[in-house]
């Protein structure tokens, strides 16, 4: 019988690496797809084996046109079907009006919204019946926070997809959900959020009064693709702390 098997990008650092490790918690085959952390991916695999676990991982450059294509491949080459799939990798960059580039526009729509709605294609041949997939948004789609309008219009543009793909694999019986975080405290994050100015911002827009973290995100993902979340399609799941309340 095939172990039931989950894909997680941008699996290295940050929100994807709490995704991974909480999806192998659950007995899943984790494959940890990474771009430039080879060295975190690889080692929450070795931490993951050595728990008792399985796990695979797979290098791609999201901004490649390819992308997409050559994860397909590569996740049919390791195991042949997946029951989950966490679209979590994405780029962050200021992108507001005055000084976003057309290189950096072209380059997050290319990692934020084409690579995801190129592997929704081409992963879908492998998901299995019932299959869970999730989405990893922004709570920047829905409120005009920072400096990152182009940033966040990928983000609304993934949300788009998700009801889209939703609605496109529910004969199959699959879930197609996803989850906004705000502020986290990642490893690319936790610079501005260490600081005792970052924190006071942070907090200021929070009804819960901490700093957010990946395991918070994990925790609902990993929920959303459990039979728990069974009858849960087409959503976005704010995970904010009461931000803007």
């Known amino acids: 019988m095939r172990k039931r098997t989950a894909l997680v990008t941008g699996a290295g650092r940050g929100i994807g690496r709490a995704i991974a490790r909480a999806l192998a918690g659950e007995n899943f085959h984790v494959i940890l797809h990474y771009g430039s952390s080879r060295e975190g991916a690889e080692a929450l695999a070795d931490e993951i084996v050595d728990g008792g676990g399985s796990a695979?991982?797979?290098?791609?450059?999201?901004?490649?046109?390819?992308?997409?294509?050559?994860?397909?491949?590569?996740?049919?080459?390791?195991?042949?079907?997946?029951?989950?799939?966490?679209?979590?990798?994405g780029l962050m960059a200021p992108s507001g009006f005055a000084n976003c580039t057309v290189e950096t526009f072209d380059r997050l729509v290319a990692v934020n919204l084409r690579t995801p709605f190129f592997l929704l294609q081409h992963l879908s041949p492998l998901l299995a019946e019932g299959?869970?997939?999730?989405?990893?948004?922004?709570?920047?789609?829905?409120?005009?926070?920072?400096?990152v309008a182009a940033y966040a219009a990928t983000?609304?543009?993934?949300?788009?997809?998700?009801?889209?793909?939703?609605?496109?694999?529910?004969?199959?019986?699959?879930?197609?959900?996803?989850?906004?975080?705000?502020?986290?405290?990642?490893?690319?994050?936790?610079?501005?959020?260490?600081?005792?100015?970052?924190?006071?911002?942070?907090?200021?827009?929070?009804?819960?009064?901490?700093?957010?973290?990946?395991?918070?995100?994990?925790?609902?993902?990993?929920?959303?693709a459990s039979d728990k979340a069974r009858w849960i399609d087409g959503a976005v799941i704010p995970v904010d702390g009461g931000t803007g309340l």
């Open 56 to 89: 695979d991982t797979l290098h791609a450059d999201l901004a490649a046109p390819d992308a997409a294509e050559r994860i397909a491949n590569e996740v049919a080459r390791l195991c042949g079907g997946l029951d989950v799939v966490v679209l979590n990798a």
């Open 131 to 147: 299959a869970s997939v999730v989405l990893v948004s922004s709570i920047t789609a829905h409120r005009a926070i920072g400096d």
């Open 155 to 224: 983000k609304a543009g993934l949300e788009s997809l998700v009801r889209r793909a939703a609605a496109e694999l529910a004969p199959r019986w699959i879930r197609v959900n996803a989850v906004a975080p705000a502020t986290i405290a990642s490893e690319g994050v936790r610079p501005f959020t260490d600081t005792e100015h970052g924190r006071r911002v942070t907090l200021a827009m929070q009804a819960l009064q901490r700093i957010g973290q990946p395991d918070d995100v994990a925790d609902v993902v990993a929920f959303l």
